[in-house]
């Protein structure tokens, strides 16, 4: 009996770069730490990184950020300090993986700004087109996978996630926020289909997990037939 194995299409050398976007409580960690698992199942490297953070820079901008120093300076300086910790994460961690054919993995990326700033911060498109100019120029994700929830299961998640530690700059904000959020990421996967692939997460992880994986499958991975190897 012969079962199909994935064998990645050719990219020229350079791996993919594939980011998460979603809510408060989406899931996006747990997806991603099952991502990387089955890419190094089919003999693939993968590093997982995240935003706000990812690198040394990045990572103590991250902690201002969700301190809700961010907050109290207003949308615009928190959108110079989210493209300040991007410009570092990708300069010294997301393009040189890529270009040494390894496969990033980013629990969060430009969208996130274009939600959280953009669309609930009202800061203007001229300011997040020209940060991200500046900062990541022509590079995207070959695919953003966006894990969709209702709000109050999200922050159900989170609260449980979290215990009894505060909640963070983003956590804290109310349900009409959260709504908004959600409301943002389902226009971003409409308009960009070729890019962005919206996922049910109220599912099982593991059946979230099958989803996400036919979907690379698909886009990503050719097929060819192995006897001693099981199905992927």
């Not at 980011?19 to 408060?24: H, K, R, T, V, Y």
């Not at 960009?192 to 036919?214: F, G, H, M, Q």
């Amino acid at each position: 009996m012969t079962t199909a194995q994935p064998s990645a299409k050719a990219t020229a050398g350079r791996g993919r770069f594939i980011s998460f976007e979603g809510g408060e409580g989406s899931g996006k960690s747990t997806q991603i730490k099952i991502l990387a698992e089955r890419l190094a199942g089919v003999k693939l490297h993968a590093i997982v990184t995240r935003e706000p953070g990812g690198s040394p820079g990045a990572e103590i901008i991250r902690h201002l950020v969700l301190s809700g120093m961010g907050k109290l300076l207003g949308p615009d300086a928190e959108t110079l300090l989210f493209a300040a910790a991007r410009d570092d994460h990708a300069r010294t961690v997301i393009e040189p993986a890529l270009k040494q054919g390894t496969w990033v993995l980013s629990d969060r990326f430009s969208d996130s700004t274009r939600v959280y700033q953009g669309a609930l911060g009202h800061v203007a498109p001229g300011i997040l087109n020209a940060m991200q100019r500046v900062t990541i120029g022509d590079l995207k994700p070959d695919l953003t996978v966006i894990l969709d929830v209702p709000v109050e299961v999200g922050l159900q998640r989170a609260a449980a996630r979290r215990g009894t530690a505060a909640a963070d700059r983003f956590e804290s904000e109310d349900v009409d926020f959260h709504q908004q959020l959600r409301d943002a990421y389902r226009r971003i996967a409409a308009n960009e289909p070729e890019r962005c692939v919206l996922i049910d997460a109220t599912e099982e992880p593991a059946k979230v997990a099958a989803n996400i994986w036919s979907v690379l499958r698909d886009r990503f991975f050719t097929t060819s037939t192995n006897s001693a190897a099981a199905s992927a």
